[in-house]
Protein backbone atom coordinates (compact mmCIF):
# COMPACT_ATOMS: atom_id res chain seq x y z
CA UNK A 1 0.00 0.00 0.00
CA UNK A 2 1.52 3.21 -1.10
CA UNK A 3 0.55 5.52 1.74
CA UNK A 4 1.31 9.09 1.17
CA UNK A 5 1.59 12.40 3.29
CA UNK A 6 1.27 15.92 2.13
CA UNK A 7 3.42 18.04 4.34
CA UNK A 8 4.19 22.10 4.57
CA UNK A 9 6.99 23.75 6.18
CA UNK A 10 4.91 26.83 8.24
CA UNK A 11 6.61 29.34 10.10
CA UNK A 12 6.61 28.14 14.00
CA UNK A 13 3.83 29.39 15.97
CA UNK A 14 5.79 32.15 17.99
CA UNK A 15 7.25 33.86 15.44
CA UNK A 16 6.88 37.58 15.10
CA UNK A 17 5.13 38.18 11.83
CA UNK A 18 6.50 41.23 9.41
CA UNK A 19 5.22 42.12 6.09
CA UNK A 20 7.90 42.67 3.72
CA UNK A 21 8.26 46.22 1.87
CA UNK A 22 6.16 44.72 -1.02
CA UNK A 23 3.27 43.89 0.95
CA UNK A 24 3.16 40.49 -1.18
CA UNK A 25 4.67 38.00 1.60
CA UNK A 26 5.92 38.33 5.14
CA UNK A 27 10.03 38.68 5.55
CA UNK A 28 11.37 34.81 6.01
CA UNK A 29 14.90 35.44 7.57
CA UNK A 30 14.70 35.04 11.18
CA UNK A 31 11.70 32.12 10.86
CA UNK A 32 12.21 28.89 12.56
CA UNK A 33 10.51 26.81 10.30
CA UNK A 34 8.58 23.59 11.57
CA UNK A 35 5.94 20.88 9.97
CA UNK A 36 2.74 22.19 10.26
CA UNK A 37 1.00 21.12 13.13
CA UNK A 38 -1.85 19.52 11.42
CA UNK A 39 0.35 17.74 9.11
CA UNK A 40 2.15 16.29 12.14
CA UNK A 41 -0.92 14.31 12.74
CA UNK A 42 -1.30 12.85 8.98
CA UNK A 43 2.29 12.07 9.05
CA UNK A 44 1.58 10.00 12.27
CA UNK A 45 -1.87 8.48 10.70
CA UNK A 46 0.83 7.62 7.46
CA UNK A 47 3.04 5.68 10.02
CA UNK A 48 -0.24 4.50 12.12
CA UNK A 49 -1.76 3.00 8.83
CA UNK A 50 1.62 1.46 7.68
CA UNK A 51 1.53 -0.41 11.33
CA UNK A 52 -2.45 -1.31 11.70
CA UNK A 53 -1.80 -2.75 8.21
CA UNK A 54 1.56 -4.39 8.44
CA UNK A 55 2.53 -3.56 4.89
CA UNK A 56 3.17 -0.58 3.10
CA UNK A 57 5.24 2.34 2.97
CA UNK A 58 4.82 5.87 3.96
CA UNK A 59 6.20 8.35 1.31
CA UNK A 60 6.43 12.62 2.55
CA UNK A 61 5.77 15.15 -0.16
CA UNK A 62 6.27 18.60 0.05
CA UNK A 63 6.54 21.53 -2.76
CA UNK A 64 9.03 24.33 -1.48
CA UNK A 65 12.46 26.00 -1.67
CA UNK A 66 15.86 23.75 -0.16
CA UNK A 67 14.85 24.55 3.66
CA UNK A 68 11.80 22.80 3.00
CA UNK A 69 14.03 19.56 2.95
CA UNK A 70 14.13 20.03 6.85
CA UNK A 71 10.41 19.32 7.46
CA UNK A 72 10.79 16.56 4.85
CA UNK A 73 13.93 15.16 7.37
CA UNK A 74 12.30 15.48 10.24
CA UNK A 75 9.52 13.15 9.03
CA UNK A 76 11.85 10.57 7.99
CA UNK A 77 12.77 10.77 11.64
CA UNK A 78 9.78 10.40 13.17
CA UNK A 79 9.48 7.12 10.57
CA UNK A 80 8.79 8.05 7.25
CA UNK A 81 10.06 5.26 4.54
CA UNK A 82 10.72 8.11 1.65
CA UNK A 83 10.68 11.78 0.93
CA UNK A 84 9.75 13.47 -1.93
CA UNK A 85 10.57 17.06 -2.89
CA UNK A 86 9.31 19.58 -4.93
CA UNK A 87 11.61 22.02 -5.45
CA UNK A 88 10.48 25.62 -6.65
CA UNK A 89 11.99 28.67 -5.29
CA UNK A 90 8.83 30.28 -6.93
CA UNK A 91 5.99 31.68 -4.45
CA UNK A 92 3.60 29.13 -5.63
CA UNK A 93 -0.36 29.64 -5.29
CA UNK A 94 -2.84 26.39 -3.67
CA UNK A 95 -3.37 25.42 -7.34
CA UNK A 96 -0.15 25.07 -8.38
CA UNK A 97 0.94 23.70 -5.07
CA UNK A 98 -1.71 21.01 -5.37
CA UNK A 99 -1.30 20.12 -9.22
CA UNK A 100 2.63 19.57 -8.24
CA UNK A 101 1.76 17.44 -4.99
CA UNK A 102 -0.97 15.52 -7.46
CA UNK A 103 1.42 14.94 -10.17
CA UNK A 104 3.35 13.73 -7.27
CA UNK A 105 0.62 11.37 -6.04
CA UNK A 106 0.31 9.89 -9.35
CA UNK A 107 3.99 8.80 -9.70
CA UNK A 108 3.77 7.53 -6.67
CA UNK A 109 0.63 5.34 -7.40
CA UNK A 110 -0.73 6.55 -3.79
CA UNK A 111 -3.49 4.22 -2.60
CA UNK A 112 -4.62 6.96 0.48
CA UNK A 113 -3.58 10.09 0.53
CA UNK A 114 -3.04 11.76 3.81
CA UNK A 115 -2.72 15.75 4.47
CA UNK A 116 -3.64 18.02 7.48
CA UNK A 117 -7.11 20.00 7.31
CA UNK A 118 -5.34 23.60 7.11
CA UNK A 119 -1.73 25.01 7.31
CA UNK A 120 -1.40 27.23 9.87
CA UNK A 121 0.25 29.69 8.14
CA UNK A 122 -2.77 31.10 5.80
CA UNK A 123 -5.31 29.03 7.05
CA UNK A 124 -6.85 28.41 3.35
CA UNK A 125 -7.96 24.37 4.22
CA UNK A 126 -7.80 24.36 0.16
CA UNK A 127 -5.02 21.98 -0.44
CA UNK A 128 -6.28 18.93 0.30
CA UNK A 129 -9.55 19.50 -1.94
CA UNK A 130 -7.47 20.55 -4.84
CA UNK A 131 -5.35 17.57 -4.74
CA UNK A 132 -8.87 15.20 -4.44
CA UNK A 133 -10.33 17.48 -7.95
CA UNK A 134 -7.24 17.03 -9.59
CA UNK A 135 -6.56 13.33 -9.07
CA UNK A 136 -10.44 12.78 -9.48
CA UNK A 137 -10.31 10.79 -5.90
CA UNK A 138 -13.39 11.41 -3.23
CA UNK A 139 -11.96 13.29 -0.12
CA UNK A 140 -13.07 14.22 3.56
CA UNK A 141 -11.84 16.66 5.79
CA UNK A 142 -11.47 17.27 9.82
CA UNK A 143 -10.98 13.43 9.84
CA UNK A 144 -10.72 12.23 13.21
CA UNK A 145 -10.36 8.63 12.91
CA UNK A 146 -9.73 6.19 9.73
CA UNK A 147 -10.02 2.35 9.73
CA UNK A 148 -9.16 0.89 6.45
CA UNK A 149 -11.20 -2.20 5.03
CA UNK A 150 -9.36 -5.99 5.72
CA UNK A 151 -8.86 -5.87 1.75
CA UNK A 152 -7.57 -1.90 1.67
CA UNK A 153 -10.68 -1.40 -0.63
CA UNK A 154 -12.51 1.72 1.16
CA UNK A 155 -11.66 3.43 4.94
CA UNK A 156 -14.41 4.18 6.98
CA UNK A 157 -13.70 7.48 8.19
CA UNK A 158 -15.05 9.67 11.42
CA UNK A 159 -15.32 13.58 10.56
CA UNK A 160 -15.88 16.03 13.45
CA UNK A 161 -18.77 18.72 12.91
CA UNK A 162 -19.47 21.03 14.81
CA UNK A 163 -21.03 21.61 18.26
CA UNK A 164 -19.07 17.74 19.23
CA UNK A 165 -21.14 16.31 15.90
CA UNK A 166 -19.69 13.62 13.93
CA UNK A 167 -20.26 12.15 10.98
CA UNK A 168 -19.49 8.62 10.05
CA UNK A 169 -18.76 7.82 5.85
CA UNK A 170 -17.38 5.03 3.76
CA UNK A 171 -15.13 5.67 0.99
CA UNK A 172 -13.67 3.77 -1.80
CA UNK A 173 -9.84 3.86 -1.69
CA UNK A 174 -7.74 5.77 -3.08
CA UNK A 175 -8.76 9.03 -1.43
CA UNK A 176 -7.50 12.15 0.32
CA UNK A 177 -8.06 12.09 4.03
CA UNK A 178 -7.54 15.75 5.76
CA UNK A 179 -6.90 15.49 9.40
CA UNK A 180 -7.54 16.84 12.46
CA UNK A 181 -5.86 17.29 16.20
CA UNK A 182 -7.11 14.39 17.90
CA UNK A 183 -6.85 11.77 15.72
CA UNK A 184 -3.63 10.67 17.43
CA UNK A 185 -0.32 11.84 19.32
CA UNK A 186 2.31 12.50 17.05
CA UNK A 187 5.07 10.49 18.10
CA UNK A 188 8.70 12.53 18.68
CA UNK A 189 11.61 12.04 15.91
CA UNK A 190 14.09 9.82 17.69
CA UNK A 191 17.44 10.30 17.74
CA UNK A 192 18.19 7.00 15.97
CA UNK A 193 15.65 8.04 13.47
CA UNK A 194 17.49 11.72 13.38
CA UNK A 195 21.06 9.96 12.51
CA UNK A 196 19.18 7.49 9.59
CA UNK A 197 17.23 10.68 8.49
CA UNK A 198 20.57 12.26 7.73
CA UNK A 199 22.16 10.12 5.47
CA UNK A 200 18.46 9.37 3.53
CA UNK A 201 18.34 10.05 0.13
CA UNK A 202 15.54 12.92 -1.05
CA UNK A 203 13.92 12.26 -4.41
CA UNK A 204 13.87 15.79 -5.62
CA UNK A 205 11.64 17.08 -8.77
CA UNK A 206 11.50 20.27 -10.40
CA UNK A 207 8.36 21.89 -11.94
CA UNK A 208 9.07 21.22 -15.24
CA UNK A 209 9.61 17.53 -14.09
CA UNK A 210 6.37 17.28 -13.27
CA UNK A 211 5.35 18.93 -16.59
CA UNK A 212 4.37 22.24 -15.04
CA UNK A 213 6.76 24.22 -16.32
CA UNK A 214 4.66 26.57 -18.07
CA UNK A 215 2.17 27.13 -15.80
CA UNK A 216 1.10 29.75 -13.84
CA UNK A 217 -0.29 30.68 -10.26
CA UNK A 218 -4.01 31.59 -11.02
CA UNK A 219 -3.99 33.93 -7.64
CA UNK A 220 -1.27 36.55 -6.73
CA UNK A 221 -0.89 37.56 -3.18
CA UNK A 222 -0.70 41.61 -3.24
CA UNK A 223 -1.78 43.36 0.08
CA UNK A 224 -0.77 41.50 3.35
CA UNK A 225 -1.68 43.64 6.39
CA UNK A 226 -1.11 42.87 10.03
CA UNK A 227 -4.31 42.19 11.75
CA UNK A 228 -5.64 45.58 13.64
CA UNK A 229 -4.03 45.99 17.31
CA UNK A 230 -6.62 44.84 19.64
CA UNK A 231 -8.43 47.75 21.18
CA UNK A 232 -8.07 48.61 24.92
CA UNK A 233 -10.66 47.10 27.10
CA UNK A 234 -13.69 48.56 28.92
CA UNK A 235 -13.80 49.72 32.47
CA UNK A 236 -17.53 49.83 33.86
CA UNK A 237 -18.01 52.32 36.53
CA UNK A 238 -20.46 53.10 39.39
CA UNK A 239 -21.57 50.84 42.15
CA UNK A 240 -21.71 47.03 41.64
CA UNK A 241 -25.99 47.34 40.07
CA UNK A 242 -24.80 50.20 37.67
CA UNK A 243 -21.82 47.76 36.77
CA UNK A 244 -24.01 45.16 36.40
CA UNK A 245 -27.03 46.82 34.50
CA UNK A 246 -23.97 48.39 32.03
CA UNK A 247 -22.07 44.85 31.13
CA UNK A 248 -25.83 42.97 30.41
CA UNK A 249 -26.14 46.47 28.07
CA UNK A 250 -22.78 45.52 26.28
CA UNK A 251 -23.17 41.75 26.22
CA UNK A 252 -26.89 41.95 24.82
CA UNK A 253 -26.46 45.30 22.19
CA UNK A 254 -22.29 45.30 21.57
CA UNK A 255 -21.07 41.93 21.94
CA UNK A 256 -24.67 40.25 20.85
CA UNK A 257 -24.14 37.36 22.95
CA UNK A 258 -27.46 37.57 25.10
CA UNK B 1 39.83 26.18 12.02
CA UNK B 2 37.77 27.36 14.75
CA UNK B 3 33.98 26.54 14.40
CA UNK B 4 31.42 27.12 17.17
CA UNK B 5 28.32 25.82 14.94
CA UNK B 6 26.20 22.81 15.11
CA UNK B 7 26.15 19.93 12.85
CA UNK B 8 22.24 20.28 10.94
CA UNK B 9 21.86 16.49 12.71
CA UNK B 10 23.02 17.93 16.45
CA UNK B 11 20.39 20.91 15.61
CA UNK B 12 17.79 18.44 14.94
CA UNK B 13 18.40 16.33 17.99
CA UNK B 14 18.49 19.61 20.21
CA UNK B 15 14.84 20.73 18.76
CA UNK B 16 13.82 17.82 19.17
CA UNK B 17 14.95 17.35 22.73
CA UNK B 18 13.28 21.00 23.47
CA UNK B 19 10.10 19.44 22.18
CA UNK B 20 10.52 16.57 24.49
CA UNK B 21 10.77 18.98 27.64
CA UNK B 22 7.95 21.17 26.39
CA UNK B 23 5.60 18.56 26.10
CA UNK B 24 7.18 15.30 28.63
CA UNK B 25 9.12 17.12 31.43
CA UNK B 26 7.87 21.07 32.07
CA UNK B 27 4.31 20.40 32.61
CA UNK B 28 5.30 17.54 35.24
CA UNK B 29 8.13 18.53 36.79
CA UNK B 30 6.26 20.88 39.84
CA UNK B 31 4.53 17.48 40.13
CA UNK B 32 6.91 15.09 40.33
CA UNK B 33 8.71 17.52 42.70
CA UNK B 34 6.24 17.85 44.77
CA UNK B 35 5.46 13.95 45.38
CA UNK B 36 8.83 12.73 44.69
CA UNK B 37 7.67 10.13 42.91
CA UNK B 38 9.62 8.39 40.37
CA UNK B 39 9.06 9.54 36.86
CA UNK B 40 8.95 6.17 35.40
CA UNK B 41 6.52 7.19 32.39
CA UNK B 42 8.89 9.90 31.43
CA UNK B 43 11.97 8.05 31.61
CA UNK B 44 10.39 5.53 29.11
CA UNK B 45 9.15 8.19 26.52
CA UNK B 46 12.51 8.92 26.74
CA UNK B 47 14.11 6.11 26.24
CA UNK B 48 11.91 5.62 23.33
CA UNK B 49 12.66 8.56 21.58
CA UNK B 50 15.95 7.28 22.17
CA UNK B 51 17.49 9.88 24.56
CA UNK B 52 19.15 7.51 26.76
CA UNK B 53 22.12 5.07 25.93
CA UNK B 54 23.26 6.98 23.05
CA UNK B 55 26.98 6.15 23.52
CA UNK B 56 26.46 2.43 22.94
CA UNK B 57 28.41 2.00 19.73
CA UNK B 58 26.78 1.07 16.23
CA UNK B 59 28.63 -2.11 16.40
CA UNK B 60 26.37 -3.10 19.15
CA UNK B 61 23.57 -1.03 17.42
CA UNK B 62 23.73 1.96 19.17
CA UNK B 63 24.11 5.31 18.37
CA UNK B 64 27.81 5.37 19.43
CA UNK B 65 27.35 9.10 20.21
CA UNK B 66 30.00 11.42 21.81
CA UNK B 67 30.09 12.84 25.14
CA UNK B 68 28.61 16.33 22.88
CA UNK B 69 25.71 14.73 22.28
CA UNK B 70 24.97 13.79 26.16
CA UNK B 71 26.02 17.52 26.60
CA UNK B 72 23.06 18.61 24.17
CA UNK B 73 20.87 16.65 25.63
CA UNK B 74 21.18 17.52 28.99
CA UNK B 75 21.23 21.45 28.61
CA UNK B 76 18.03 20.72 27.43
CA UNK B 77 16.28 18.05 29.47
CA UNK B 78 17.80 20.57 32.53
CA UNK B 79 15.72 23.72 31.33
CA UNK B 80 12.92 21.23 32.03
CA UNK B 81 13.82 19.41 35.33
CA UNK B 82 17.05 18.40 36.93
CA UNK B 83 15.26 15.53 38.87
CA UNK B 84 14.09 13.88 35.86
CA UNK B 85 17.67 14.64 33.66
CA UNK B 86 19.20 13.11 36.89
CA UNK B 87 17.26 10.09 36.34
CA UNK B 88 17.73 10.06 32.46
CA UNK B 89 20.95 10.69 32.21
CA UNK B 90 22.03 8.24 34.83
CA UNK B 91 21.89 5.08 32.66
CA UNK B 92 25.00 6.69 30.69
CA UNK B 93 27.17 6.54 34.17
CA UNK B 94 25.65 3.07 34.88
CA UNK B 95 26.94 1.80 31.27
CA UNK B 96 30.20 3.17 30.38
CA UNK B 97 32.73 1.88 32.58
CA UNK B 98 31.46 -1.12 31.17
CA UNK B 99 31.69 0.31 27.55
CA UNK B 100 35.32 1.68 28.94
CA UNK B 101 36.75 -1.66 30.20
CA UNK B 102 34.33 -4.43 29.26
CA UNK B 103 34.94 -7.20 26.84
CA UNK B 104 32.89 -7.24 23.75
CA UNK B 105 31.05 -10.08 24.95
CA UNK B 106 30.51 -8.21 28.71
CA UNK B 107 28.91 -5.35 26.26
CA UNK B 108 26.40 -7.66 24.55
CA UNK B 109 25.62 -9.46 28.20
CA UNK B 110 25.22 -6.78 30.07
CA UNK B 111 24.91 -3.04 27.61
CA UNK B 112 22.92 -4.11 24.65
CA UNK B 113 20.04 -5.38 26.62
CA UNK B 114 19.20 -1.43 27.54
CA UNK B 115 18.48 -0.66 23.41
CA UNK B 116 15.61 -3.74 23.31
CA UNK B 117 13.40 -2.34 26.81
CA UNK B 118 14.01 1.46 29.28
CA UNK B 119 16.08 -0.66 31.62
CA UNK B 120 18.48 1.29 34.01
CA UNK B 121 21.76 1.26 35.30
CA UNK B 122 23.27 2.56 38.65
CA UNK B 123 26.62 3.41 39.34
CA UNK B 124 28.14 2.63 42.78
CA UNK B 125 30.95 3.97 43.74
CA UNK B 126 30.04 6.35 46.72
CA UNK B 127 29.30 4.95 50.23
CA UNK B 128 29.21 6.17 53.27
CA UNK B 129 32.50 6.78 54.54
CA UNK B 130 33.80 7.81 51.38
CA UNK B 131 32.59 10.48 48.95
CA UNK B 132 35.10 12.98 47.93
CA UNK B 133 38.19 10.20 48.86
CA UNK B 134 36.71 7.73 46.27
CA UNK B 135 39.41 6.23 46.42
CA UNK B 136 39.21 4.87 50.09
CA UNK B 137 36.43 2.27 49.75
CA UNK B 138 35.71 -0.38 52.23
CA UNK B 139 33.09 -2.62 50.37
CA UNK B 140 34.84 -5.67 49.58
CA UNK B 141 35.20 -8.15 46.44
CA UNK B 142 36.90 -11.98 48.12
CA UNK B 143 37.46 -14.00 45.42
CA UNK B 144 35.84 -17.81 46.14
CA UNK B 145 36.36 -20.24 43.13
CA UNK B 146 34.59 -19.07 40.25
CA UNK B 147 33.55 -16.24 41.69
CA UNK B 148 33.60 -12.84 43.80
CA UNK B 149 31.70 -12.45 46.85
CA UNK B 150 30.40 -8.44 48.08
CA UNK B 151 29.91 -6.97 51.41
CA UNK B 152 29.72 -3.68 52.02
CA UNK B 153 27.21 -0.46 51.91
CA UNK B 154 27.14 1.82 48.97
CA UNK B 155 25.25 5.21 49.67
CA UNK B 156 23.39 8.36 47.25
CA UNK B 157 23.09 5.84 44.72
CA UNK B 158 20.93 7.25 41.74
CA UNK B 159 18.23 5.11 40.30
CA UNK B 160 18.94 2.51 42.78
CA UNK B 161 15.55 1.38 43.40
CA UNK B 162 14.65 1.22 39.91
CA UNK B 163 17.45 0.03 38.23
CA UNK B 164 18.03 -3.49 36.33
CA UNK B 165 21.81 -3.62 36.49
CA UNK B 166 24.63 -1.86 39.13
CA UNK B 167 27.96 -1.41 38.34
CA UNK B 168 29.52 -1.64 41.57
CA UNK B 169 33.36 -0.35 42.92
CA UNK B 170 34.96 -2.35 45.55
CA UNK B 171 37.98 -3.50 46.98
CA UNK B 172 39.99 -6.19 46.74
CA UNK B 173 43.11 -5.72 49.14
CA UNK B 174 42.19 -2.67 51.16
CA UNK B 175 46.54 -2.10 51.10
CA UNK B 176 46.42 -1.63 47.25
CA UNK B 177 44.62 1.59 48.08
CA UNK B 178 43.22 2.71 44.47
CA UNK B 179 45.39 0.04 43.10
CA UNK B 180 43.04 -2.84 44.33
CA UNK B 181 40.05 -1.21 43.69
CA UNK B 182 37.73 -3.78 40.73
CA UNK B 183 34.61 -3.27 38.33
CA UNK B 184 31.40 -5.73 38.66
CA UNK B 185 28.60 -5.90 36.66
CA UNK B 186 26.65 -6.73 39.26
CA UNK B 187 22.71 -7.86 38.12
CA UNK B 188 19.85 -6.78 40.55
CA UNK B 189 18.12 -9.09 40.63
CA UNK B 190 21.27 -11.01 42.64
CA UNK B 191 20.10 -12.38 45.94
CA UNK B 192 21.96 -10.40 49.03
CA UNK B 193 21.33 -7.30 48.26
CA UNK B 194 18.96 -4.89 50.10
CA UNK B 195 17.95 -1.12 49.07
CA UNK B 196 17.93 1.89 51.81
CA UNK B 197 14.19 4.27 51.60
CA UNK B 198 13.80 6.47 48.70
CA UNK B 199 16.09 9.81 50.67
CA UNK B 200 13.73 13.03 50.71
CA UNK B 201 16.06 15.25 49.21
CA UNK B 202 16.10 19.35 49.09
CA UNK B 203 15.86 19.10 45.30
CA UNK B 204 15.81 16.96 42.59
CA UNK B 205 13.76 15.16 44.81
CA UNK B 206 11.88 12.56 41.42
CA UNK B 207 15.18 11.47 41.07
CA UNK B 208 15.19 8.21 43.15
CA UNK B 209 18.52 8.21 45.41
CA UNK B 210 19.17 5.30 48.00
CA UNK B 211 21.67 3.33 49.76
CA UNK B 212 22.73 -0.10 48.52
CA UNK B 213 23.42 -2.79 50.77
CA UNK B 214 25.54 -5.89 49.84
CA UNK B 215 25.60 -8.61 52.08
CA UNK B 216 27.54 -12.01 50.49
CA UNK B 217 26.47 -11.28 46.82
CA UNK B 218 28.29 -13.85 44.66
CA UNK B 219 28.99 -12.36 41.33
CA UNK B 220 30.46 -14.62 38.87
CA UNK B 221 34.24 -14.11 38.17
CA UNK B 222 33.30 -13.35 34.25
CA UNK B 223 31.45 -9.86 35.92
CA UNK B 224 34.87 -8.59 36.03
CA UNK B 225 34.92 -5.34 34.06
CA UNK B 226 38.91 -4.64 33.13
CA UNK B 227 41.45 -6.30 34.59
CA UNK B 228 42.28 -6.63 38.70
CA UNK B 229 43.21 -3.47 39.96
CA UNK B 230 41.79 -1.17 36.80
CA UNK B 231 38.10 -0.07 39.12
CA UNK B 232 39.50 3.02 40.16
CA UNK B 233 40.97 3.89 36.21
CA UNK B 234 37.77 2.76 34.99
CA UNK B 235 35.89 4.70 37.30
CA UNK B 236 38.23 8.20 37.10
CA UNK B 237 37.66 7.70 32.70
CA UNK B 238 33.75 7.20 33.38
CA UNK B 239 33.10 10.47 34.92
CA UNK B 240 35.19 12.08 32.79
CA UNK B 241 33.09 11.28 30.14
CA UNK B 242 29.65 12.06 32.40
CA UNK B 243 31.11 15.12 34.28
CA UNK B 244 30.40 17.70 30.99
CA UNK B 245 27.02 16.33 30.53
CA UNK B 246 25.89 16.88 34.31
CA UNK B 247 27.41 20.40 33.80
CA UNK B 248 25.03 21.26 30.94
CA UNK B 249 22.24 20.11 33.06
CA UNK B 250 23.30 22.80 35.26
CA UNK B 251 23.47 24.86 31.97
CA UNK B 252 20.31 24.17 30.86
CA UNK B 253 18.79 24.93 34.47
CA UNK B 254 20.57 28.25 34.53
CA UNK B 255 19.10 29.40 31.03
CA UNK B 256 15.64 28.51 32.22
CA UNK B 257 16.16 30.72 35.89
CA UNK B 258 17.52 33.58 33.23
CA UNK B 259 14.59 33.01 30.72
CA UNK B 260 11.82 32.84 34.00
CA UNK B 261 13.48 35.75 35.20
CA UNK B 262 14.09 38.10 32.59
CA UNK B 263 10.02 37.53 31.43
CA UNK B 264 9.14 38.41 35.37
CA UNK B 265 11.42 41.71 35.14
CA UNK B 266 9.18 42.84 32.28
CA UNK B 267 6.07 42.19 33.56
CA UNK B 268 6.30 43.23 37.34
CA UNK B 269 6.27 46.64 37.50
CA UNK B 270 7.31 49.11 40.87
CA UNK B 271 7.45 52.67 40.95
CA UNK B 272 5.66 53.19 38.00
CA UNK B 273 7.28 50.86 35.73
CA UNK B 274 8.46 47.34 34.91
CA UNK B 275 11.74 46.48 36.92
CA UNK B 276 13.44 45.25 33.97
CA UNK B 277 14.08 49.26 33.34
CA UNK B 278 16.44 48.92 36.17
CA UNK B 279 19.91 48.49 36.10
CA UNK B 280 20.10 46.46 39.37
CA UNK B 281 18.04 44.20 37.25
CA UNK B 282 19.77 44.59 34.35
CA UNK B 283 22.91 43.88 35.26
CA UNK B 284 21.70 40.77 37.71
CA UNK B 285 20.50 39.59 33.93
CA UNK B 286 23.61 40.69 31.44
CA UNK B 287 26.10 38.59 34.58
CA UNK B 288 23.55 35.28 33.95
CA UNK B 289 23.90 35.93 30.32
CA UNK B 290 27.80 35.78 30.60
CA UNK B 291 28.32 32.91 33.07
CA UNK B 292 25.79 30.99 30.94
CA UNK B 293 27.66 31.26 27.78
CA UNK B 294 31.05 30.65 29.09
CA UNK B 295 29.48 27.89 31.18
CA UNK B 296 28.58 26.09 27.39
CA UNK B 297 31.25 26.87 26.53
CA UNK B 298 33.68 24.92 28.15
CA UNK B 299 31.18 22.46 28.20
CA UNK B 300 31.17 21.98 24.24
CA UNK B 301 34.98 22.34 24.52
CA UNK B 302 35.29 19.61 27.34
CA UNK B 303 33.09 17.22 25.23
CA UNK B 304 34.32 18.02 21.92
CA UNK B 305 38.21 17.12 23.39
CA UNK B 306 37.23 13.79 25.13
CA UNK B 307 35.23 12.77 21.85
CA UNK B 308 38.19 13.74 19.82
CA UNK B 309 40.24 11.22 21.67
CA UNK B 310 42.19 13.91 23.88
CA UNK B 311 41.87 12.33 27.19
CA UNK B 312 43.74 13.80 29.37
CA UNK B 313 42.61 17.87 28.25
CA UNK B 314 39.29 16.28 27.87
CA UNK B 315 39.53 15.48 32.14
CA UNK B 316 40.61 18.68 32.81
CA UNK B 317 38.22 20.88 30.90
CA UNK B 318 35.31 18.52 32.13
CA UNK B 319 36.62 19.44 35.78
CA UNK B 320 36.82 23.34 34.44
CA UNK B 321 33.48 22.70 33.04
CA UNK B 322 31.61 21.01 36.30
CA UNK B 323 32.75 23.42 38.79
CA UNK B 324 31.97 26.68 37.26
CA UNK B 325 28.59 25.31 35.42
CA UNK B 326 27.66 23.85 38.91
CA UNK B 327 28.84 27.46 40.87
CA UNK B 328 27.42 29.66 37.79
CA UNK B 329 23.78 27.86 38.08
CA UNK B 330 23.64 28.30 41.49
CA UNK B 331 24.56 31.80 41.62
CA UNK B 332 21.87 32.51 38.62
CA UNK B 333 19.17 30.63 40.42
CA UNK B 334 19.96 32.32 43.24
CA UNK B 335 19.31 35.86 41.62
CA UNK B 336 16.25 35.05 39.67
CA UNK B 337 15.00 34.22 42.72
CA UNK B 338 15.73 37.77 44.10
CA UNK B 339 14.11 39.37 40.98
CA UNK B 340 11.01 37.66 41.74
CA UNK B 341 11.33 38.83 45.29
CA UNK B 342 8.79 37.06 47.63
CA UNK B 343 6.90 35.63 44.84
CA UNK B 344 9.94 33.45 44.03
CA UNK B 345 10.46 32.21 47.47
CA UNK B 346 7.07 30.58 46.85
CA UNK B 347 5.98 27.26 44.84
CA UNK B 348 3.88 29.00 42.53
CA UNK B 349 6.68 30.34 40.51
CA UNK B 350 9.56 28.07 38.55
CA UNK B 351 12.44 29.32 40.41
CA UNK B 352 12.63 28.47 44.10
CA UNK B 353 12.69 24.79 42.80
CA UNK B 354 15.48 25.63 39.87
CA UNK B 355 17.54 26.94 43.15
CA UNK B 356 16.92 23.44 45.22
CA UNK B 357 18.00 21.52 42.33
CA UNK B 358 21.10 23.06 41.03
CA UNK B 359 22.12 23.23 44.63
CA UNK B 360 23.32 19.05 43.73
CA UNK B 361 25.12 19.51 40.84
CA UNK B 362 27.75 21.40 43.03
CA UNK B 363 27.90 17.97 44.97
CA UNK B 364 27.44 15.06 42.93
CA UNK B 365 30.02 13.34 40.38
CA UNK B 366 32.73 15.67 42.41
CA UNK B 367 31.60 18.69 44.28
CA UNK B 368 32.83 21.82 43.32
CA UNK B 369 36.04 21.60 45.63
CA UNK B 370 36.81 17.98 44.19
CA UNK B 371 36.81 19.70 40.95
CA UNK B 372 39.29 22.74 42.43
CA UNK B 373 41.61 19.78 43.30
CA UNK B 374 41.59 18.34 39.70
CA UNK B 375 42.28 21.64 38.09
CA UNK B 376 45.02 22.61 40.45
CA UNK B 377 46.91 19.42 40.02
CA UNK B 378 46.68 19.75 36.35
CA UNK B 379 48.37 23.09 36.85
CA UNK B 380 51.12 22.39 39.29
CA UNK B 381 51.90 18.66 37.61
CA UNK B 382 54.91 20.23 36.20
Redesign the interface.
Known amino acids: MNIIVLIKQVPDTETKVRITADKRGIETNDIKWVINPYDEFAIEEGLKTKERLKEGLVSVVTVGPDRTV?AL??AV?MGADNAIHVKTESVLDTYLVAKALAEVCKKENANIIFTGKQAIDDDQAATFGYVAELLQFPSASVVVKCDISPDKSKATVEQEGDGGAKNVIETSLPAVLAVNKGINTP?????????K??KKEIKTYTLTDLGLGAENSKTIDSDYQLPPERAAGKKLQGDASAQAKELVRLLREEAKVI | MLNFSLSDEQLALRDMVRKFVQQEIIPNAAKYDETSEFPREVINKAWEAGLMNIAIPEKFGGLGLGVLGDVIINEEMGAGCLGMTTSIAVNTLGLYPILLGGTDAQIEEFVVPFLSSPKLASFCLTEPGSGSDAGSLSTMAREEGDHFVINGSKMWITNAGHADLFTVFCSTNKELKTKGIICLAVPANLPGISLGKHENKLGQRCSDTRSITFENVKVPKSNLIGKMGEGFKIAMRTLDRTRTPIAAGAVGAARAAMNYSKNYAKERKQFGQPIANFQAIQFMLADMAVKIETARLLCYNAAWLIDNGQDEQGGYFSALAKRHSADMAMEVATDAVQIYGGYGYTKEYPVEKIMRDVKLVQIYEGTSQIQRVVIARHLLKD
Open positions: ERTARYASLPGIMAK
